[in-house]
């Protein structure tokens, strides 16, 4: 079958490219880096192949019976191959059209990086557009992904985290004044549901009482990557895990929504021994306020059982709410 063939099937896997030739693909791969002793390629065989893979390929390899593959003077498979690739079939390909006209992709490819792919894909209909999805419950104000000033700072970002450099960065948060401050960046986090970047990392450090930082890319005036690498210590952003048990009513499909509505995060539902319906939500404990939020949204459809933060911040929300109908009422 003809590399043209293949483009223009769409399918997701093809016979042709079945774990056998991934394996050999593997090997020819390795062989153009350096010349592979029989043990190494037994790693990668038993590695990817199946239990009796090496079997049958450790007869044909000592038959010569793998015409890829060669023995140098010193007994070390080689490859005039040197490397391989294959064909993307039409449905790998109105895919990746589909990803070439989404809006974020230029903060990952420059100008002719994303010319070309868009080039070399016009002759595609893209796999799905924008339209064809209906968002819920989305937010009202996205980040600015096609800004050009959002998309310096965001590329500068990325540099530093692949390079592991420190930041001088320009922020105005929501309710205070500009400030600058220098930071070890951690990782970019995407959220679906606010359809934001943020920026977490580790501020203070020189001074010996670092602290967590958590920006959104929005807010971010501008962005400065130093010349000074990041402290060689590893940097992790780790958070205390929660999980909330939510008792649902059955009315208006609220298991339903609710499973839509918490999808972003690892849940289940189940009823119990008493005939309730009840979720249970794994989340960050950073995140607990937009769980909050989240919740609220359901009314008295949904009830909460545990963990205590979290019963105490809706006990919060909610009687601040009164005090504020109570006030709206006297005036």
């Known amino acids: 079958m003809s590399k043209n063939e293949l483009k223009g099937e769409e399918v997701l896997f093809h016979e042709m490219y079945n774990i056998y030739y991934r394996i050999v693909s593997y090997l020819i791969d390795s062989a153009g880096k350096a010349p592979l002793t029989k043990e190494k390629i037994k790693t990668i065989v038993r590695k990817y192949g199946f239990g009796m893979t090496w079997k049958e390929f450790e007869k044909k390899l000592d038959r010569g019976d793998i015409p890829v593959f060669c023995k140098n003077n010193e007994g070390m498979c080689t490859s005039p191959l040197k490397t391989t690739s294959r064909p993307l079939s039409l449905l790998e390909r109105r895919w990746l059209a589909a990803i070439a006209a989404d809006e974020r992709i230029g903060l990952f490819l420059d100008d002719e990086e994303l010319a070309g792919l868009k080039n070399s894909l016009s002759d595609v209909e893209p796999l799905y557009k924008k339209e064809d999805f209906q968002i819920v419950d989305g937010a009202n104000d996205p980040d600015p992904f096609t800004n050009p000033v959002y998309i310096k700072n965001f590329k500068a970002l990325l540099y530093a985290l692949r390079n592991e450099k420190s930041l001088q960065v320009r922020y105005k948060p929501r309710h205070d004044k500009e400030r600058t401050m220098f930071l070890i960046p951690s990782s970019l986090q995407y959220s679906l549901k606010d359809d934001k970047f943020r920026l977490h990392g580790l501020s203070g450090i020189e001074s010996g009482k670092a602290w967590r930082v958590t920006m ?116």
Not at 241 to 267: D, Q, V, W
Not at 295 to 300: A, D, K, Y
């Open 216 to 331: 959104n890319l929005s807010r971010i005036i501008s962005v400065a990557v130093l010349e000074k690498s990041a402290s060689p210590v590893k940097v992790e952003w780790r958070s205390e895990t929660r999980e909330a048990a939510l008792k649902l009513s059955p009315a208006r499909g609220t298991r339903e929504r609710a499973m839509i509505h918490f999808a972003n995060y690892e849940c289940a539902s189940y009823v119990d021994a008493g005939g309730e319906i009840v979720m249970n939500v794994k989340y960050d404990a950073e995140d607990e306020k937009e769980v909050l939020i989240r919740v609220l949204s359901f009314g008295p459809l949904i009830h909460v059982l545990s963990p205590d933060s979290l019963v105490s911040l809706i006990k919060e929300r909610l009687q601040r709410q009164g005090e504020l109908t109570t006030l709206d009422a006297l005036t």
